[in-house]
């Protein structure tokens, strides 16, 4: 009888853990927020949908206009732009947490594969989804980190469960190449699993794998990233552009003394400790990806939720043994039923609050995707189309792909998030230069042939809109001023402007796009 009730009471943690997954990555995945290339990856998917043929140069700048544009994306947007036109943001919205599901249900199978505690696991995989959830907007990094996921239970089951899907690797890769260049972090951990079977195979005598067999499906999976329409040239341009610094947040790095980030500290400390533990039987391939990952999670911040990935199995196993360990030394820290009941009554309402916070969320925002007013210069650009201003639109870089979606082809940007994939080096740096020094726009302004300025509210602004002959005010709101050349080409909107013969924009929506 007692043997029964605590196969029950395991039977009811395992539901648990499945439903503390699950939540946790409605909860933590839950962004409903626009990000500010969403705007520019269905544009673009619709462009190319509609050239049938991908745009190799760029028509969007006036700053790049012409150059060579290198969309390594464009498969993704291909993919937003037909889920936006038969599904609306909502689709994206909801696309995005299925995405999230999935991954989330990987890892669950992967660290239950391993026979491994449940309560355990279920702690790792919610801070696993923690560490992931910064990354989890509406981009086309999602199919990075599911492919990713998907590359690592490919992985564990060949090793651990001799089940051979390696076949499926160069499949993967061939999608993954045309989405989102973060198909390297796929290649570089196959890479190092074949290097140090490789390793283990010669200098270890290690045989429980054939070595050809892996490195077989490597050289297959390799070939297949050439399987793009840039060929091998894309690799090139990506391996210059990551090794040039970018002025740009996510791809700072992680301050290892600092108060930030303290999941991704901690997930990295349990390594460290398993590691430890598990150091007499060697580091494996499982840890020396997992230390690339750490690596590269600490040189840039957006490489952190490949890091909440590879690690959630390998805690799993490392912490479960040791649980299991001490318990064997301590059986007196085994819980009662009164405890494991606690605990199933602990994670159960674990579930509805995570369940409930997630779901209230898309709830709250109609289950659309929101454009904050505050972020975003709605009511600006309104009143540019609004009153058929065109030209030359000098702008922040987060504005860029918004700006093209709602005003090209009347207005042509000075940048935006395509970032080194089509701007000179010269024009980057010339706006990150801007937006730490308000004073550096005046040279900004000056150097590029713009007709019409867009900003954000700052002092140096309001100086320039009561001293400046060559730029006159036309609007402003609590987000954004507007600016326009006093030149040939703005002279009739100017007259109008200054009878009052203009439109003012409505209140803005709350509501992609």
């Known amino acids: ?33 626009a990000d500010p290339d969403l705007w520019g990856h269905i544009k673009f998917g619709e462009d190319i949908w509609k050239a049938k043929s991908l745009i190799r140069v760029d028509p969007y700048s006036f700053t790049a206009h012409g150059q060579p544009w290198v969309n390594h994306e464009w498969l993704a947007e291909l993919i937003f732009y037909f889920t ?7 689709g994206l919205l909801f696309g995005k947490l299925v995405i999230g599901l999935v991954i989330a249900g990987l890892l669950y199978r992967l660290c239950d594969l391993g ?103 490597f050289l297959v999976t390799s070939f297949s990233t050439l399987m793009n329409p840039y060929g091998y040239k894309l690799i090139v341009f990506l391996y210059k552009t990551l090794s040039t610094p970018r002025q740009i947040s996510e791809w700072n790095p992680i301050p290892l003394i600092h108060m930030s980030h303290l999941h991704l500290k901690a997930m990295a400390l349990l390594f460290f400790v398993v590691l430890f533990k598990r150091l007499k039987y060697g ?32 805690l799993a196993g490392g912490l479960s043994t040791l649980k299991s360990d001490i318990k064997s030394r301590m059986p007196r820290l085994t819980l009662s039923k009164i405890s494991q009941n606690t605990l199933v009554v602990f994670l159960l309402l674990l579930v509805i609050y995570q369940a409930f916070y997630g779901i209230s969320k898309y709830v709250l925002a109609n289950g659309r995707i929101i454009v904050d007013a505050q972020i975003y210069p709605e009511s600006a650009v309104k009143f540019l189309k609004q009153n058929s201003v065109n030209g030359n639109l000098l702008l922040p870089m987060e504005w860029g792909e918004y700006a093209i979606w709602k005003l090209y082809p009347d207005c042509k940007v000075s940048i935006d998030g395509r970032f080194r994939t089509v701007y000179p080096e010269s024009v980057i740096k010339d706006h990150f230069v801007s937006a730490l020094d308000s004073e550096r726009w005046t040279a900004l ?69």
């Open 1 to 33: 009888m007692k043997r029964q009730m605590n196969g029950t009471q395991s039977r009811w943690l395992k539901i648990m853990a499945q439903l503390v997954t699950a939540s946790a990555a409605i909860c933590f995945f839950s962004y409903v927020t």
């Open 84 to 90: 936006y036109l038969h599904l609306g943001d909502t």
């Open 115 to 217: 026979k491994n505690d449940a309560i355990v696991y279920t702690f790792i995989i919610v801070l696993a989804i923690v560490v992931i959830s910064p990354g989890f907007m509406v981009r086309p990094q999602l199919f990075s980190f599911l492919f990713f996921t998907l590359y690592l239970g490919i992985f564990h089951l060949y090793f651990f469960k001799k089940k051979n899907l390696l076949f499926l690797l160069p499949c993967i890769m061939v999608f993954w190449v045309n989405c989102h260049g973060g198909f390297l972090m796929g290649w570089m951990f196959f890479s190092i699993v074949v290097v140090w079977k490789t390793i283990s195979h010669f200098l270890f005598g290690e045989k429980d794998e054939p070595v050809g067999v892996i490195w077989f499906w």
């Open 283 to 314: 580091i494996g391939w499982e840890g020396a990806a997992i230390a690339m990952t750490l690596v590269a999670s600490f040189s840039h911040q957006r490489h952190t939720p490949f890091f909440g990935i590879i690690i959630t199995p390998y």
């Open 445 to 513: 302004i000056e150097k590029y042939p713009a007709d019409i300025l867009l900003a954000r509210q700052n002092s140096f602004f309001q100086e320039l809109a009561k001293h400046s002959n060559q730029w006159l005010y036309v609007y402003s709101d609590y987000t954004a001023i507007l600016f326009l050349k006093n030149n040939k080409r703005n002279q009739s909107f100017l007259q109008r402007f200054q009878t009052g013969q203009f439109i003012r924009p409505g209140p803005p929506s709350i509501y992609f796009p």
